[in-house]
């Protein structure tokens, strides 16, 4: 059965695409008559060198293309180079205007509102890589940012792209033992952090958690303090240097850019780490380069003077996917602090003053939204909102209702779904598609996406691994301090010559795509798999229930079902709430899907990017206890787990 259509764009609005205008030019090159987006993907993922040459030509990209071969060798998964022969660097791409527009806008809740314009922005960046080079802080080395997301982590970032060391950020709501866990294993020699940050309108105060980050770090020669608070705690140590003093101390007119390979190291970025200490995945500027361009400026039309916003930290890979809006010469907007304070308008408010393009959430967000009953569209005017993106879990079909009856009718709803892993998406929006109820819309233009059975066979309207079946950009150039076998392992053991993703899907007749949940948390009763997403969409229509968790347990040579449900304040899970719930499941799902247990739990534990962690409950009520929780926003959450007895 098909899913309902919901939107559809309008001849007009698909001209008007950044997509549209890239299909023109590929026809125009190649004498093609692609006229739709699943002939413009086949052409892709069939023709890929002349596609990747089509991306680095038509966005005028700065650097040294060099001579083909551009993909080589030219399906190695791992190992295919990216134009091998060429040189870029990535804060050139990211700097091209230099005016007095603006280029960056910044709320920290309702308590601070800022702006930065191009010439600022280049001008402030030329300080800070004055201030590395003076420092001696060259190509390789690495500049950890442990700050909000504010408009000086951007600049920081870029300072760092400029001279070729390697940028790597953690969210200040991480505590000492999370930081000292990603930072503590790629030594950097330059920390960059602050006083504080506000969250719930209140200020949470960090220099102690700092100097105790700083204690355990001694591979740090310099610290660089951007006062967000601007408390009276200073640090005596002769390593820092006030940002303002940096400024101007180190103030030039002189930007340099130096050009590497494509395969030259930008970031380094963490896994979640809550099986043990998180991956250090690094990332390459010329992958990433490529890569956001397809993602932010064809799949997103991020162009000229259009307004970007995602709510992320920058411990978030989207973080670091909203920051590359600037290559695209469009205004990057920045968010810092709960988007529940002072209420759940906050960030709609935001969205109408700033006449936002795009706003990006996750899915948790939207479904609270739909829990509060907020009805966005009768209290604010988004005229110029095109797209709304969603990521970080399955938007489930009601969500998808709920954007159109009280969001918006007449806009583009992108799901997304990808990872840290590859610094980007697999599947996801387009401006030019359809978008069906419950439906991500399709694959990312570069990314041939299948999904496979257990025998490495492509299937559709049925479940299976989400795989890519030709290399991409974003393939990490390698996981920091390995010696390629846990790199190996996390992707390629399961088929040969395949990106196994690990995220259980479905490809509809629409040729969309329909996720489950992630693999390694796929219920199995009775052998038969089951995603948890498809227990979370029926149990979360029920009114009385705010959100939920399901994991198997280890019972009698079997696994049965655990259910936990966060509910309404003031209200208990009786016998009454009980029958409802195994009614919905076995009813809008079916029988297998009705859990053998179902318990009220006060909190569901949750990542600091608003991800739920199914496998440390799971392990817990398995009787295992869990190696890492410092990468939990919640982990206090976990005693009431451990304490069961089920």
């Known amino acids: 059965m098909k899913n309902k259509l919901l939107w559809k764009p309008t001849q007009e609005k698909v001209k008007s695409t950044s997509l549209y205008n890239f299909i023109e030019y590929i026809n125009s090159r190649y004498q093609l008559t692609i006229n739709n987006f699943d002939k413009m993907h086949t052409w892709s993922v069939e023709n890929r060198e002349n596609f990747w040459d089509g991306i680095w030509d038509f966005y005028k990209i700065i650097g040294i293309k060099g001579d083909k071969p551009f993909l080589q060798p030219k399906n190695n998964l791992p190992g ?3 134009f091998p022969n060429g040189k870029l660097n990535y804060a050139e791409n990211m700097l091209k205007k230099n005016n007095d527009h603006t280029a960056i806008t910044f709320w920290s809740e309702d308590k601070i509102k800022k702006k930065i314009t191009w010439l600022e922005l280049k001008n402030q960046v030329s300080a800070t890589a004055n201030f590395f080079k003076k420092k001696g802080i060259k190509s390789g080395d690495r500049i950890a940012a442990y700050l909000p997301n504010m408009p000086e982590t951007i600049i920081m970032m870029l300072a760092s792209s400029s001279i070729g060391a390697i940028f790597s950020s ?3 709501d991480f505590g000492v033992e999370g930081v000292y866990d990603r930072f503590g294993q790629i030594k950097p020699k330059v920390l960059i952090t602050t006083d504080g940050y506000n969250f719930n ?3 949470i105060n960090i220099t102690q958690k700092v100097e105790e980050v700083v204690n355990l770090l001694p591979s740090i020669d310099n610290i660089i303090i951007v006062p967000l608070l601007n408390s009276n705690e200073r640090y005596l140590s002769n390593k ?8 101007k101390k180190y103030e030039t007119k002189i930007l340099e850019f130096q050009k590497f390979e494509l395969d030259h190291p930008l970031y380094i970025m963490f896994s979640s780490g809550t099986t043990g200490k998180p991956k250090c995945i690094v990332h390459s500027a010329g992958g990433v380069l490529l890569k956001h361009l397809v993602e932010v400026g064809l799949h997103s039309n991020a162009c000229e003077n259009k307004n970007i916003f995602y709510f992320t930290t920058c411990g978030w890979m989207m973080w670091n996917w909203l920051v590359s809006s600037l290559m695209l010469n469009s205004n990057v907007c920045l968010y810092d602090g709960s988007p529940f304070y002072p209420n759940s308008d906050i960030l709609w408010k935001y969205a109408e003053e700033e006449k936002f393009n795009f706003f990006g959430t ?6 609270a939204l739909s829990k509060f009953k907020n009805k966005i569209s009768e209290k604010f005017s988004l005229n110029k909102l095109e797209t709304i993106g969603s990521t970080g879990s399955p938007l489930v079909h009601e969500s998808f209702d709920y954007v159109y009856e009280n969001i918006k009718k007449d806009v583009h709803l992108a799901s997304l779904s990808g990872g840290t892993d590859i610094v980007g998406c697999f599947v996801g929006g387009n401006p030019i598609s359809p978008v069906y ?4 819309q399709g694959p990312i233009l570069g990314m041939d996406v299948h999904v496979f059975n257990e ?4 299937i559709k309207n049925q479940q299976g691994e989400l795989v890519c079946i030709k290399s991409f950009p974003t393939m990490p150039i390698k996981f920091w301090k390995d010696d390629g076998k846990k790199y190996h392992q996390a992707y390629f053991d399961k088929y040969e010559n395949t990106w196994n993703h690990g995220d259980y899907i479905l490809k509809t007749e629409n040729n969309g795509f329909i996720i489950y949940g992630r693999s390694d948390a796929t219920l199995n009763p009775g052998g038969v798999r089951i995603g948890t997403a498809e227990i979370y969409r029926q149990v979360e229509k ?3 229930i705010l959100e939920s968790l399901v994991i198997g347990q280890n019972w009698k040579n079997d696994t049965r079902l655990v259910l936990f449900v966060v509910l309404r304040d003031h209200l208990s899970l009786d016998s009454n709430l009980t029958k409802v719930i195994k009614n919905k499941l076995r009813t809008g799902a079916s029988p297998r899907h009705v859990p053998s247990i179902i318990v009220q739990a006060p909190e569901i534990p949750k990542t600091k990017s608003g991800k739920i962690v199914e496998l440390a409950v799971r392990d817990l009520i398995n009787g295992k206890e869990i190696k890492n929780i410092s990468a939990l926003a919640n982990p206090e959450c976990l005693d009431f787990y451990r304490s069961l007895s089920i």
């Open 80 to 82: 295919t180079r990216f």
């Open 170 to 172: 953690a969210s200040p």
């Open 201 to 203: 309108g209140k200020e």
């Open 240 to 247: 820092v240097i006030l940002y303002e003093t940096l400024l």
């Open 362 to 367: 996750s899915a948790k967000y939207i479904d």
């Open 437 to 440: 109820r419950g439906e991500i």
């Open 455 to 458: 025998d490495g066979k492509t």
């Open 542 to 544: 029920i009114d009385d």
